[in-house]
């Protein structure tokens, strides 16, 4: 089998060419993202290998189909770039990678979280100019503060219990709140209202979009530290740049943005940056960014081929693959039975 494998970047290659080898799956890999203009790489492909920037809307599905590929492997966990409807419409099949590395995303958020509140991002740059004045640099402790989870699956509950581990109390909002989880679920105005610190975990669906927005934010404590290892859209960008101009947002710690697709996994250090909203984020000193790393571990990367190539296997031969995304009477059910 052969796959069209968009928006590769060097990371990629070992793992999926070793499982790849395996299972007899060849990928050709492009540095170019998934897009209608781009689309005919897929050329004599079975199916294309995508991730959380490339296009897969009807446009890019139709044409797909048009050239004869048959399956979408995802290698993300994220599928709200996928036009579902669209792929069963064309009789292309689509799998994802659930999930990978809970760790990798959860420890990140605490990563930034730290780097944040102990301002070691300004250490980091002060020491090395032999700077060792600690003027500006007062943080405050994670012991006994209010994090507010938004979203209890696989992910937010490892932050949790990291977050516990820092001896933090603990508020949870879920649409569909776990059953005997030992920590408290709220609504989400209480849980915004009651947070010193507010981390996102829940996917990016109609429902979430902008989730964060001038509304909510108002309902923050004043000074509270947002997280955002999720997906860009949650946060009302625009709005987040309000609340931290005014100081109600206290810290924003980023590893999505709302409009990153035309800027993240890129080096643009050479280039003006277009996005003004989020140029002036990123020259707060209260805000971190980083460009979609939470992912990014070795464990996470291995597990993301293995499980990548093995739905490619399931689907091709027949099997039942549970990662399967099926278009099922105007919904999506999770898992294929053959
Ligand atoms: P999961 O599916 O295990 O958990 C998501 C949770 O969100 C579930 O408990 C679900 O009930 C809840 N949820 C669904 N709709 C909701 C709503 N309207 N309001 C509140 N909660 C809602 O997903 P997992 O593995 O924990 O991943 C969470 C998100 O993390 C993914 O959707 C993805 O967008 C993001 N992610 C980011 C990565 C990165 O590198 N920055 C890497 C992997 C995932």
């Given at each position: 089998m052969r796959f069209a494998f968009f928006?590769?970047?060097?990371?990629?290659?070992p793992s999926f060419e070793r499982f790849g080898a395996e299972h007899g799956v060849k990928f050709k890999f492009y540095e170019t993202k998934l897009t209608p203009d781009t689309v005919?790489?897929?050329?004599?492909?079975?199916g294309v290998c995508t991730f959380v920037n490339d296009t897969l809307d009807a446009e890019v599905l139709e044409a797909l189909a048009d050239l004869d590929c048959k399956y979408l492997a995802l290698?993300?966990?994220?599928?709200?770039?996928?036009d579902l409807k669209a792929a069963h419409d064309c009789g292309l099949r689509a799998a994802h990678?659930?999930?990978?590395?809970p760790y990798a995303v959860a420890e990140h958020a605490m990563a930034l979280l730290l780097t944040s509140v102990r301002r070691i991002h300004k250490a980091y740059i002060r020491t090395r100019d032999f700077n060792f004045s600690l003027s500006g640099m007062t943080g405050f402790d994670l012991h006994g503060k209010t994090v507010g989870v938004v979203g209890t699956g696989r992910i937010g509950r490892v932050f949790i219990d990291i977050c516990r581990g820092f001896g933090m109390k603990v508020l949870a909002y879920d649409k569909f709140p776990a059953k005997d989880a030992g920590y408290e679920y709220v609504t989400l105005e209480e849980l915004l209202s009651r947070s010193d610190i507010i981390s996102l975990h829940c996917p990016l669906t109609d429902e979430t979009?902008?989730?964060?927005n001038c509304d909510t934010i108002r309902l923050m404590k004043k000074g509270a530290v947002v997280i955002n290892t999720?997906?860009?859209?949650?946060?009302?960008a625009e709005c987040l740049l309000e609340g931290i101009k005014s100081r109600q947002i206290g810290a924003a710690c980023l590893d999505?943005?709302?409009?990153?697709?035309?800027?993240?996994?890129?080096?643009?250090?050479g280039h003006i940056l277009n996005d003004d909203i989020l140029a002036r984020l990123i020259s707060m000193p209260n805000v971190i960014v980083t460009?979609?790393?939470?992912?990014?571990?070795e464990e996470a990367l291995s597990n993301i081929a293995e499980t990548t190539v093995q739905n490619i296997v399931q689907m091709h031969d027949g099997l039942p693959c549970a990662n399967e995304l099926v278009w099922k009477d105007g919904e999506i059910v999770h898992g294929s039975a053959k």
């Open positions: 928006d590769a970047k060097p990371y990629d290659r005919g790489l897929a050329r004599n492909c079975d290698r993300c966990a994220g599928y709200n770039n996928v990678v659930p999930a990978y590395s979009r902008h989730l964060i999720s997906r860009g859209a949650l946060i009302d999505v943005y709302e409009e990153e697709t035309d800027y993240f996994f890129e080096d643009l250090s460009s979609h790393q939470a992912f990014l571990t």
